[in-house]
């Protein structure tokens, strides 16, 4: 199992706990970017940059994905992607997507961009990223690593 990250748009915070976790799980971390990125001097932890691209990091991920692996990503149509090729995906705030919830995602997603598309004043955005999201990323990573990495 290795894990894969969508890391241009991925929180300082959710790296670093990323960082630590596979320097003791010795699980293979991988950061694919379409900037130069810094990693930490690990044998089990490296950065992959890719050309710019709509997307061209999404399917290099996918490309590369084996089944079981982890993807951790916001990206909706990605996790629908991660998950048809039997991967698994998990978002910075700490939402584990599956078979279940993915299908209700992408329908919330593809509404929301039609409402924008057809000039609803969509203004506003996301959350930012809060103690809370940072606690449940870290307790769903570490859950999830007990089922299928093995941490130490």
Do not use: C
């Amino acid at each position: 199992m290795k894990i894969w990250v969508d890391a241009d748009a991925s929180p300082v915070v959710v790296k670093e706990i990323l960082y630590r976790a596979a320097i003791r799980t010795g699980v293979q971390l991988t950061l694919v970017a379409n900037q130069p990125l810094s990693t930490p001097a690990s044998s089990n932890i490296n950065a992959l940059q890719v050309p710019r691209g709509f997307d061209v990091a999404d399917d290099e991920i996918v490309k590369r994905l084996d089944e079981g692996d982890l993807v951790i990503t916001n990206d909706i149509p990605l996790a629908a992607e991660v998950i048809e090729k039997g991967g698994h995906a998990l978002s910075p705030s700490g939402e584990l997507f599956t078979t279940e919830n993915i299908r209700g995602r992408l329908n919330m997603r593809d509404f929301l961009d039609t409402m924008r598309s057809s000039g609803v004043d969509m203004r506003g955005g996301p959350a930012a990223y809060s103690q809370r999201d940072k606690q449940a990323f870290a307790n769903e990573l570490d859950r999830f690593l007990t089922k299928y990495g093995g941490p130490d």
